[in-house]
C-alpha cells in the first residue's frame, strides 16, 4: 500500500516553486479526503436504502471529478486541476444546499469556496470573484427558491 506521503505527492515533479508544490501536496490531501467522502456516502446510502438515482449521479459525478484531479495533476496541468476541484466543491455544495438537503443551513459553507481560492490562486481577482459569487449563491437561491423564510436573511 502506498505511503501518505507518496499520495500526497502526486504531480509534484511537475511544478518548481516550493510554494507551488505545497499547493499540490493541500489539493492531493484535499482530493483524497472528498474521494473518501464520496465513497463513504455511496456505500453509506446503498447500504441504508436511500440511495436514489440522483443522488448516485452526483456522487460518481464527484468520485470522477476527483479522480480526475489525480491525473491532471500527474501530467503537470495543476491549474487545471485546481479550478477542476475548485468548481465540483461550489457545485456540490450549490446542489446539496439547493435540492438535496434544501433547508438545513448548508448555504453558510460556500465561504468554503472563497477560502479555497486563498489556498490555490495568488490574483486577488479571483478571491473576490469567488467571494462574489459565494454570496451570490447564497442569497439569490433563496430569492428565487423561497427556501428559508425572509426574515432569516
Do not use: C
Amino acid at each position: 500500500m502506498a505511503s501518505f506521503s507518496s499520495l500526497a505527492n502526486i504531480g509534484i515533479n511537475n511544478v518548481i516553486t516550493t510554494r507551488e508544490q505545497k499547493k499540490v501536496r493541500v489539493l492531493n490531501t484535499a482530493v483524497w479526503i472528498s474521494l473518501i467522502h464520496a465513497a463513504f456516502f455511496l456505500l453509506f446510502d446503498f447500504l441504508g436504502n436511500s440511495l436514489n438515482a440522483s443522488r448516485m449521479i452526483a456522487l460518481f459525478v464527484e468520485l470522477f471529478v476527483y479522480a480526475s484531479v489525480f491525473i491532471l495533476q500527474h501530467k503537470g496541468l495543476v491549474k487545471i486541476a485546481r479550478w477542476s476541484f475548485i468548481i465540483t466543491v461550489f457545485a456540490n455544495l450549490f446542489y446539496h444546499s439547493n435540492f438535496v438537503f434544501k433547508g438545513f443551513y448548508g448555504e453558510y459553507q460556500y465561504i468554503v469556496v472563497a477560502l479555497l481560492s486563498l489556498i490555490f490562486f495568488d490574483r486577488k481577482v479571483i478571491h473576490y470573484s469567488f467571494l462574489i459569487i459565494s454570496i451570490a449563491a447564497f442569497y439569490l437561491p433563496n430569492k428565487y427558491l423561497h427556501i428559508y423564510p425572509d426574515q432569516y436573511f
